[in-house]
């Protein structure tokens, strides 16, 4: 579907504020929800936040009331604006297109994700 590169990733104290970006190509969040996903070490890759076609936010937890999800107006750039970022924090985070390929019948429909490289986000103490 298209290439994905992220930056804004880098080392912040806790409490401190980081703006993660995300570039699609190919018209790729124009046609597919986008996300993103974090992996701590020695720790399962997790959704962060999630935006469908129609603009619908969702949240994990532990991020609510301090991430952002957002695309920009014209759906090429995906961002997470990260608030009052805390230690538990720290992990790579990765971008994902999630796009729906239907099948002739809806009970194999699947979604594909395609990721982009990642960006270390370090919060320390």
């Known amino acids: 579907q298209g290439q994905l590169t992220e930056s804004g990733g880098g080392s912040v104290q806790a409490g401190g504020s980081l703006k993660l970006s995300c570039t699609g190509d190919r018209n790729v969040f124009n046609i597919c929800g986008a996300a993103w996903y974090r992996q701590g070490s020695g720790k399962e890759r997790e959704l962060v936040s999630r935006i469908t076609l129609d603009g619908t936010t969702t949240y994990i937890d532990s991020v609510k009331g301090r991430f952002t999800i957002s695309l920009d107006d014209f759906k090429n750039t995906l961002y997470l604006q990260m608030n009052s970022l805390k230690t538990e924090d720290t992990a790579v985070y990765y971008c994902?297109?999630?796009?729906?390929?239907?099948?002739?019948?809806?009970?194999?429909?699947?979604?594909?994700?395609?990721w982009g490289q990642g960006t270390q986000v370090t919060v320390s103490s």
């Open positions: 994902a297109a999630e796009c729906k390929e239907y099948a002739s019948k809806p009970q194999y429909d699947r979604t594909l994700k395609y």
